[in-house]
Structure formats: structure tokens, C-alpha cells
């Protein structure tokens, strides 16, 4: 069996270029012409279409944010005028989960739609899924750019069951009644639903399962928590990026597991640095800035992701040559000052997974008087000391976060559970500016 979806996916990397330099031509044109957002944006900005000829040009044109949709949603609802098809052309509307701000709507056309479901199909290839695979999707159908997603393990030819964001028990059910084989889910949901299992006797290893994408949250991306997916369910674990303003996934980790394969034909990628918006070298850290580069119901031009990566050029051991992510590791937006130090609250989740496995745990920040306080509530595993629990994590985070928090060990069962994206963060001081 070929071990490849598409052929684009090992062109040389030349080659891949010239593909993208003609269809950021496209891109640039098409926008100007039909979207009147990029054709108002760009007058503004004295840019014409005829000034992008090279790949190197894209930095001539100014990068947009979600906070431009919002606004242009906003003020021209319920698509905005950035959406550069007439309405009776949109077939298929995501919204964003709204884990910022007010959900913003995704319009599709059939060709869009079309292809991202091939790009699933390829994604989902490239991590082994074949047709001989049972695979339960596990991701909410309700607006959410992930739902749709399963239509690419269809195509591909696994069986495909649609239970989406269920209780528990059914979706275990649905796992073990089905001998699923793959499933995708979020990495809060796979260490809940590990946590269900384990409280019901039920053994999570003994299931049929031997791969798990993960997507929604950077849990995957983070090595402890995706060593502890892997562990309590006895399967691989395969980390997948998208948005709701692009395609449900547009890079996934093929079986190397090495970085997640950016489906290039569709997307343009560039890592700048979140400040000064300049281009970073591939292995540094910067903000994901994406344009598409054949969407036509609303094309998305250096469109700033919030999500903090880094890439790697080199072609995979696999023999793709397409560019890898090397995981999500935060978001712009949520990353605070707490006692004047800049963390992302996804470092706490690292702490809490390396420090005592998979427990339930809240932080809240509050401002006592004029000071940043920090708690820490977690339930203690069976059979670890709270006392010990709470010692090594307050240090554990002075050392690696700076900053001193105090730990509540509350009983099990105590705190919330998330079935989709968890709210393991609270911050209950007043807005602060991130600079
Ligand atoms: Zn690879």
C-alpha cells in the first residue's frame, strides 16, 4: 500500500515552493478582487497584487488577526465582507469554539469543503489510519470546525462511527462494543475517560484501541501528558493542529512522530516573532501566522494564529518533505503576568502530569491587596501523601515557573470535569496587559 495520500506530500522542496509562490499570486488577486476587507486593507495600505510576485513579497502585506473577523463579523454579520463569495455559494458554516472571545463563523464553499476533507484523509493516512481501522470520532458536531473531520477517516475508507462529545460511558461503550481501533478525542476527555475507566474497573488497555489523535488543546504536545495518554490507554498517541478559520486539522503527525506534517498546498506558514512580526529561524519559537492559499469562501491572509510553535524544514525520516510543527506549546492570548513573571497556563498543566501522573487541578490567581496569589487545588492520586503531593509541586513550579503558589489538596471527585476543552485556569484579577 502506498504510504502516501497525495504526491505533493514528497515533491522537493523547490517544488513546493514554486506551487506556493504561484498560488499566493492567486491568493493575493483573488482576495483584492472579492473580498472587500483584503481589497479595503490593502488600498489602505498602498498594495496592489501586482506587488507580490515572490514568496519573500508576503512580508509586504499586513498581518490580520481573529480580533479583524471578529470585528468585521461584527459589523457585517453573519459572515463580514472578508467572506468574498455571495451567500448562496457557502455550503458549510464552522464556528470557533469560543475559547476566546465571541465565536466567529467559517464559511466554506463545496470546492473548500471538499477539499479539506481530502487533506483529513491525507492527514489521517499519514498517521497509519487505513481501511481495515474502526475509527470512533469523538470530537463535538455542534458548530465545531472537529466535527466534520470524521468524514476523512470515512473517505479513507475506515469504518467510521459518529458518537461525538457524549457521556462517558458511552463513549466507552462505543469504543469496546465496536472494537474501535483509532479514535480522536481531546486530550482532557482521553485522561478523563482514563480516570472514568479506572474507577469503574474498567480496563482501558484491554480495549482495541492503538491509536489516539489528539487535538482542541496543546496536551499532546506536551511530553508528559501524552506520556500519560499512552500509558493509561496502551495506545499511540498522535498530536493534530487546526482551527475553525482554516480546516478542522491541516497538520498531523504522520507515524514517525516526529512533528506535525503541514498540509502546504492549502496553507502557507510562516513563525514570526509575536512583537515585531519579522520572519524567526526554523527551530525558534514564534507566533503560527497562516494564509491560505486556495480558500475561496473567505481567504485568510497572514492571518496571526495566537498559537505559539516552532518549525523544522528538513525532510521527515517518513520522506515527507512538507514542513513541520514541532507542537503547539501556548497561545499568545492566554499567556499572564502572575507576580510580574509572563507563564502560560499550559506550563502548569506540564508540572501537575510530570509531578504526580493524571489528576484532576484548578489554578486560580486572585489579587490579594496589591499582590498576585496563586492556588493550586488538586486531587491527590491514589495512594500519594498529600503532604508530599503538595511539597513537590510548590517546588517543583517555584523552580520552573518562578513563582511561588500555594498547593490545596481537595478530595477526589471535588473538582470539575471537562468532556471538551477544559477551563483548568481562573483568573479572577482584573485584565492584565501582556507585553
Ligand atoms: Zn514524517
Known amino acids: 500500500m502506498n504510504p502516501y495520500w497525495d504526491a505533493f506530500e514528497v515533491l522537493p522542496r523547490r517544488e513546493i515552493e514554486k506551487y506556493q509562490s504561484r498560488q499566493l499570486r492567486w491568493a493575493v488577486e483573488y482576495a483584492y478582487r472579492n473580498s472587500r476587507f483584503f481589497r479595503d486593507l490593502y488600498k489602505a495600505h498602498g498594495i496592489h497584487p501586482s506587488d507580490v510576485i515572490s514568496l519573500a513579497d508576503i512580508e509586504k502585506l499586513p498581518l490580520i488577526s481573529k480580533e479583524d473577523i471578529r470585528r468585521d463579523v461584527e459589523a457585517h454579520p453573519p459572515l463580514g465582507v472578508m467572506t468574498a463569495v455571495p451567500p448562496e455559494e457557502v455550503v458549510y458554516v464552522a464556528s470557533s469554539s469560543g475559547s ?14 471538499e477539499e479539506w476533507i481530502d487533506v483529513e484523509s491525507r492527514l489521517f493516512w499519514s498517521s497509519g489510519l487505513r481501511p481495515n481501522d474502526v475509527y470512533v470520532h469523538g470530537l463535538n458536531f455542534a458548530l465545531f470546525v472537529g466535527g466534520p473531520c470524521v468524514l476523512g477517516a470515512q473517505r479513507l475508507g475506515a469504518t467510521s462511527i459518529w458518537v461525538g462529545a457524549v457521556d462517558s460511558s458511552r463513549f466507552l461503550f462505543a469504543l469496546q462494543f465496536f472494537k474501535a481501533t483509532a479514535t480522536w478525542i481531546t486530550p482532557s476527555y482521553a485522561l478523563y475517560l482514563s480516570e472514568v475507566a479506572e474507577e ?20 499532546a504536545s506536551i511530553p508528559s501528558v501524552r506520556r500519560l495518554i499512552e500509558s493509561r490507554w496502551g ?3 498522535y498530536d493534530y493542529y487546526g482551527l475553525s478559520d482554516i480546516f478542522g ?9 516526529c512533528g506535525l506534517h ?5 496553507v502557507l506558514v510562516e513563525v514570526v516573532d509575536p512583537h515585531t512580526g519579522e520572519s524567526v529561524a526554523p527551530g525558534e519559537e514564534g507566533e503560527l501566522v497562516l494564509t491560505t492559499l486556495r480558500k475561496r469562501a473567505r481567504p485568510l491572509i497572514r492571518f496571526r494564529t495566537g498559537d505559539i510553535t516552532r518549525y523544522e524544514v528538513e525532510r521527515c525520516s517518513c520522506g515527507r518533505t512538507l514542513i513541520r510543527l514541532l507542537g503547539i506549546s501556548g497561545r499568545i492570548d492566554e499567556a499572564v503576568k502572575i507576580k510580574g513573571v509572563l507563564v502560560y497556563p499550559s506550563s502548569f498543566e506540564s508540572i501537575v502530569r510530570d509531578s504526580l ?18 492556588t493550586l487545588e488538586v486531587e491527590c492520586p491514589h495512594g500519594t501523601d498529600a503532604e508530599y503531593a503538595k511539597r513537590s509541586l510548590e ?12 498547593v490545596k489538596v481537595v478530595p477526589r471527585g471535588t473538582l470539575p ?19
Open 100 to 113: 476566546t472571545g465571541i465565536p466567529t463563523p467559517s464559511p466554506f464553499t463545496r470546492e473548500d469543503f
Open 200 to 219: 469503574r474497573g474498567f480496563p482501558l488497555n484491554e480495549l482495541n484501541v492503538k491509536k489516539i489523535f489528539l487535538a482542541g488543546e496543546p496536551g
Open 235 to 237: 495506545a499511540e498517541v
Open 249 to 257: 486539522a491541516l497538520a498531523a503527525e504522520c507515524t514517525e512522530r
Open 262 to 266: 503541514v498540509a502546504e498546498d492549502h
Open 357 to 374: 501522573g493524571y489528576c484532576e487541578f484548578r489554578v486560580v490567581v486572585q489579587r490579594v491587596g496589591f499582590k498576585d496569589s496563586v
Open 395 to 406: 517546588n517543583l513550579i517555584r523552580a520552573r515557573l518562578g513563582i511561588s503558589v500555594n
Open 417 to 435: 470535569r471537562t468532556v471538551h476543552k477544559a477551563k483548568r485556569f481562573i483568573d479572577l484579577r482584573k485584565k492584565v496587559e501582556v507585553s
